[in-house]
């Protein structure tokens, strides 16, 4: 059981917009800053969001990020093949003073 | 280029060791925070250890007492000593500043 909660899965056709959440509480979703990870089969992680809503070098516009209350939620629009991939959100914790992850989100582009 | 290198992964019996390093290039390592991270595909991603610049460290419960993190700035080197390994700490490790991540390597806790 993570500490933080996603759906499993997500799905959408290619173009369309998708949004993915991250629920956690207020000592960490509510306090800190959250990072989300794309994870291509067979790959390690790669950071396509940190401190909430900043875009790493190379990670195009197409991916977004908005946190509200204890929860967070990453976009992608214009949906495309290449980005059918599992997502993880990550913050740090305050009261477990450590760093927490979802369980995950496999995204399916149809 | 950014690179982090992992290796020492293995098969290792209940109770055993076995330490891990992380060779990084391409940027400035004494100036990240550096982390270790695991994934299996019972737990999925979870935090081992973390290492501030100052060598300040932090380690979930689930570790606390049983891995050590260290680093080596003038090699450019991150450590995990595995003591007391247990099967459910068989697992893909990372090397990762979250900005960049190493490849992984397996390690497996088995008789």
């Known amino acids: 059981q993570s500490v933080l909660t996603q759906p499993p899965s997500a799905s959408g056709a290619p173009g369309q917009r998708v949004t993915i959440s991250c629920s956690g509480s207020?000592?960490?979703?509510?306090?800190?800053?959250v990072n989300w990870f794309q994870q291509l089969p067979g790959t390690a992680p790669k950071l396509v969001i940190y401190n909430n809503n900043q875009r790493p070098s190379g990670v195009p516009d197409r991916f977004s990020s908005s946190k509200s209350g204890t929860s967070a939620s990453l976009a992608i629009s214009g949906l495309q093949s290449e980005d059918e991939a599992d997502y993880y959100c990550a913050a740090w914790d305050d009261s477990l003073k450590g760093w927490v992850f979802g369980g995950g989100t496999k995204l399916t582009v149809l | 280029e950014v690179q982090l290198v992992e290796s020492g992964g293995g098969l290792v019996q209940p109770g055993g060791s076995l330490r891990l390093s992380c060779a990084a290039s391409?940027?400035?390592?004494?100036?990240?925070?550096m982390h270790w991270v695991r994934q299996s595909t019972l737990r999925g991603l979870e935090w081992v250890s973390a290492i501030g610049t100052g060598g300040d460290t932090y380690y979930p419960s689930s570790v606390k007492g049983r891995f050590t993190v260290s680093r080596e700035n003038a090699r450019s080197s991150l450590y995990l000593q595995m003591n007391s390994l247990r099967a459910e700490d068989t697992a893909v490790y990372y090397c990762?500043?979250?900005?960049?991540w190493g490849q992984g390597t397996l390690v497996t806790v088995s008789s």
């Open positions: 391409g940027f400035t390592f004494s100036s990240h925070d």
């Open positions: 207020s000592s960490n979703v509510g306090s800190k800053t």
């Open positions: 990762t500043n979250y900005f960049w």
